[in-house]
């Protein structure tokens, strides 16, 4: 799997958009970006993933760059319950070994009223 | 459902003793995986499991053993209790390969 770096640490304003950067400049084709967030002392919990598309959910936005070797997570309105680490990884999703997921250190995010 | 379900929350060993970490999920999930969290790091993964029978290392397995007799149940044998070995323990699961994981609450284990 292709290695992520993210910067260790960042503040965000609660109510504002939290904007997480990610690169991946190794990524090869057929790897997605995967965001998973763990809040302290909790398992870690699914965000969102994608390929090359643009993605979107409840929780969060994905941008990926054209040519793949960075992308964001954006929490549209940060509250303070969205204090935590969030992890990038890249991974290959339809591997035959099953569906490891490789943490790095993460961006710890603090969200501040 | 219950989703992913891990006991003891907590337990101190001494070194030398032996437990097994239980883990279960409800989720009827085919994929289940063990991973440990030393403080301040990400996760490593110890061992999964594909499916019923099957189970392979990860990237930290020594010192543990698995099995996995039920889709259920993924329970993680600590044989000989080392304090290198004291760190949180979190089990995940999953349904299909590409398909996001579900993580257990985490058992933290301390080993002296």
């Known amino acids: 799997d292709a290695k992520t770096t993210q910067p260790p640490s960042m503040d965000c304003a609660e109510g504002r958009a939290a904007n997480l950067p990610c690169n991946h400049s190794?990524?090869?084709?057929?790897?997605?970006v995967y965001w998973y967030r763990q809040i302290h002392s909790q398992g870690p919990q699914y965000i969102i993933h994608?390929?090359?598309n643009n993605e979107t959910n409840e929780m969060a936005s994905l941008i990926i760059t054209e040519d793949r070797k960075s992308s964001t997570l954006i929490l549209p309105h940060a509250t303070l319950r969205d204090t935590a680490v969030y992890y990038c990884?890249?991974?290959?999703?339809?591997?035959?070994?099953?569906?490891?997921?490789?943490f790095g250190g993460g961006t710890r995010v603090l969200v501040k009223p | 459902n219950a989703g992913v379900t891990q006991t003891p929350k907590f337990r101190i060993l001494k070194i030398g003793q032996s437990m097994t970490l239980q883990c279960t999920q409800d989720?009827?999930?085919?994929?289940m995986y063990w991973y440990r969290q030393d403080p301040g790091m990400g996760l490593k993964l110890i061992y999964y499991?594909?499916?019923?029978?099957?189970?392979d290392k990860g990237e930290v397995p020594n010192g543990y053993n698995v099995s996995r007799s039920t889709t259920e149940d993924f329970p993680l044998r600590l044989e000989l209790a080392a304090p290198s070995q004291t760190s949180v323990y979190f089990c995940?699961?999953?349904?299909?390969?590409?398909?996001?994981?579900?993580f257990g609450p985490g058992t933290r284990l301390t080993v002296t």
């Open positions: 990884i890249v991974r290959v999703a339809h591997e035959a070994a099953g569906n490891k997921l490789t």
């Open positions: 190794t990524i090869s084709g057929n790897e997605y």
């Open positions: 994608g390929l090359k």
């Open positions: 989720m009827n999930h085919n994929y």
């Open positions: 499991s594909v499916g019923a029978g099957i189970t």
């Open positions: 995940a699961s999953n349904l299909h390969r590409g398909y996001e994981q579900y």
